[in-house]
Structures are given as structure tokens and as C-alpha cells.
């Protein structure tokens, strides 16, 4: 214990003092530059867990949201722009990626005890999975959606007369946000049992 | 060995018939020239030979203009005046009680559909919609803007009873 002690000392004083054969601006230039690469390095860490090929290194998401995805126009459409996991599920904004990926740490517990590792696993956790993502988009009002989709940018005349009647009216007065009304467009439903009434068999 | 041989002869006769009928047969049925119209209903490939790719046609346009078509008899199921391509309809989840519920006609402003749904086989009403209903596109189809293949010949109710009292007066 006094050993342990008389080290922590022995460093406290190393840091206390003023360096003697280094200068100052040798150490402020050296601290900015190992500051730039760590800080770089860290931001490209965190990018490469922002890859689909990250992503979908799982088998569990490469088996199940992935496959599903394929089907739906965010992955094939007419005019080739597609969106990766992350655009969806992880917000853009840096702060709130931060708190994302720190929970992401208890998908990775799940990972690791197999939580959803088959097929029967991820249908029975299928609702859970999905209303977590349902109240976070709701919370941050559809903010990943928007990120792509831009309200102001709808021409309703584009629209067909359904999409432009709820559009211009529910969704422009901020009655409802996009994922109250398109659930389910990026991967199956599961059973809307409790959910939404009448839209799935008992 | 007398089996053996009856056996020989009804070979024999078989493969006489069979040699005599293909002679006659494309004289009389004439199914090459039918498969040559160019308009084949049967099989959209037309008559392009099996080892040959054809080019598939442009896939139609889903009629998407909310309008409700006449109904040509009363218990026609309505088309479906809207594109539903992806809408989820398995045994999870029906997207299109997700508007046309009884519940949800005041946000969504799509028709509710009817009682009979909510039926069952012995006409007692359900909570929900009864499961031999579930599947909506059993009935219900959606349109396309398209040439017709073949040409439509329904007459409907309402023609044949004008037909009818037509012939009453002569």
C-alpha cells in the first residue's frame, strides 16, 4: 500500500514541476499534434462502427434487418440513393451519437450472451426491438428520418392526394411526427398486438 | 410365352396408332397455327422458344388516383383505387387495417370496411375482423394502367334485366 502511495507521489511531483530540458513550445506543439491524432483517431474509431460492413458483421443483423431492409426503397429504388443502418439509427449530431453508442455497448452484451442469436429468439424480441427505436424517433421527432427527408422540401403537388392530405395537415402542424404513421418501412412488423389495434390477428 | 407375345402385338398396334395419329393429327388440329398469333394469353413469354431471353415488358403503372370504380355486380369486392406495393399482409401485421379499420376512419379518412368482415361463418359479429377476411387481396386488387389482354364480354345485372323486359314487350 505505501509502495503503491510513494508511486502515486513520485508521479505528482514529475507533473507538478516545470519541465527542465524540454521547452514550452516543444510540449505545447507536441500536446496539439498528439491531441490532433487522438482525437482524429478516435472520431475514425467511432466512424468505422458507423459502417454498414460493421453492422452487418453480426450475423444476427446480417440474417435478420439487413435481409429485410434489402426488399424496401431505402435499399433498391429508381434512383440509387440509399440509406446504411447508421442513417437511421444512429442520429448525426455528435453529442447524441455519443449517448447512442454508449447504449449501443448493451447491444453488444446482447451480442455476446446471444440474446437474438436465432431466428425464433429475434421474432420473440421482434416488438421490443422495434419500440425501442419507435419511442426514440418519437423523442427526437423523427429526427434521423429528417435528416434525408426535409419537410420543407415536400412539393404535396408530388404527392399522391392521400400523402399530401396528412402531410399538409397532421405532420405540418406537429400533431404527428413520420414514424407515428411509417412504421415499418425498413424492416417487417412484428405482431401489433397492444400496439395498434385491429391491424394484426389474435 | 403366349403373354410375351400378346404383349409384342399390342406394342405393335399402339405404336401403329400412335405413328398414324401424329400424321393426322396436325392436319386436322391446327395448334401450331395458334401458337403463332402474336397476342398469347396462356403465358406472357408469347412464343419465344424456351432457350431464348426474352426482353420482359415495362412494368405498368399501379393506378394511384383514389377514385372509387363502379361496382359491375352488388357483391363485387371493391378494387383498390391506391398502389399498395410493400404494404406488410402476413400474420403479423395488415397494413391495410392500419387505415380502413372501423377505429381508425376518423384519421385516416379511408372507408371502413364493411360488417361482413367482422362476420364469421355463421354470421355472428366479431370484435375483430374475422380471419377467413384477413387477407385482404384474396378479393380486393388493384388496378393497373393498362391495355386489357383479352376483352372483357361481362354484361352486367342491370343489361340483362333491360334485356329481358326488351324481349317481354315483343
Known amino acids: 500500500m505505501k509502495k503503491i502511495f510513494n508511486l502515486l507521489k513520485l508521479g505528482w511531483t514529475i507533473l507538478s514541476k516545470p519541465a527542465v530540458h524540454l521547452s514550452l513550445g516543444f510540449l505545447t506543439i507536441s500536446g496539439f499534434i498528439a491531441g490532433v491524432i487522438f482525437w482524429g483517431g478516435f472520431n475514425t474509431a467511432m466512424e468505422l462502427t458507423n459502417t454498414e460492413e460493421f453492422c452487418t458483421s453480426c450475423h444476427e443483423m446480417r440474417d435478420n434487418p439487413f435481409m429485410e431492409l434489402q426488399t424496401t426503397i431505402h435499399y433498391s429504388n429508381r434512383s440509387g440513393v440509399r440509406a446504411i443502418c447508421s442513417d437511421c439509427h444512429v442520429p448525426h449530431n455528435w453529442t447524441d451519437k455519443i449517448a447512442r453508442k454508449m447504449q449501443a455497448s448493451k447491444e453488444v452484451c446482447g451480442m455476446i450472451f446471444g440474446t437474438i442469436d436465432t431466428r425464433e429468439k429475434f421474432e420473440a424480441h421482434r416488438l421490443q426491438l422495434a419500440q425501442n427505436e419507435w419511442t426514440r424517433l418519437k423523442a427526437n421527432d423523427s429526427l434521423e428520418c429528417r435528416n434525408c427527408h426535409q419537410f420543407d422540401s415536400m412539393d404535396f403537388t408530388r404527392q399522391s392526394k392521400r400523402a399530401a392530405a396528412q402531410h399538409s395537415s397532421a405532420l405540418a402542424n406537429g400533431e404527428k411526427t413520420c414514424i407515428d404513421c411509417h412504421k415499418g418501412i425498413a424492416h417487417k412488423l412484428p405482431n401489433m398486438e397492444g400496439v395498434r389495434e385491429g391491424t394484426s390477428p389474435h | ?170
Open chain 2, 1 to 170: 410365352m403366349k403373354n410375351t407375345f400378346i404383349n409384342k402385338v399390342s406394342t405393335f398396334c399402339m405404336t401403329a396408332v400412335l405413328a398414324a395419329s401424329s400424321i393426322v393429327l396436325p392436319s386436322t388440329v391446327s395448334a401450331e397455327t395458334v401458337m403463332d398469333d402474336a397476342p398469347q394469353v396462356a403465358t406472357l413469354r408469347g412464343t419465344a422458344p424456351m432457350n431464348v431471353e426474352v426482353t420482359p415488358p415495362i412494368i405498368d403503372k399501379v393506378e394511384n388516383n383514389d377514385l372509387k370504380r363502379k361496382r359491375d355486380y352488388p357483391q363485387q369486392p371493391p378494387t383498390i383505387p391506391h398502389d399498395i406495393s410493400k404494404y406488410q399482409l402476413d400474420k403479423n401485421f395488415n397494413k391495410c387495417m392500419d387505415c380502413h379499420a372501423r377505429k381508425f376512419a376518423d384519421e385516416s379518412q379511408a372507408p371502413a370496411v364493411s360488417v361482413t368482415h367482422y362476420m364469421n361463418r355463421d354470421g355472428e359479429f366479431l370484435g375483430e375482423v374475422s380471419p377467413r377476411r384477413y387477407f385482404c387481396t384474396q378479393c380486393h386488387v388493384h388496378q393497373l394502367e393498362s391495355e386489357p389482354l383479352v376483352e372483357n364480354e361481362f354484361v352486367d345485372m342491370n343489361k340483362l334485366i333491360q334485356q329481358s323486359h326488351a324481349r317481354d314487350k315483343n
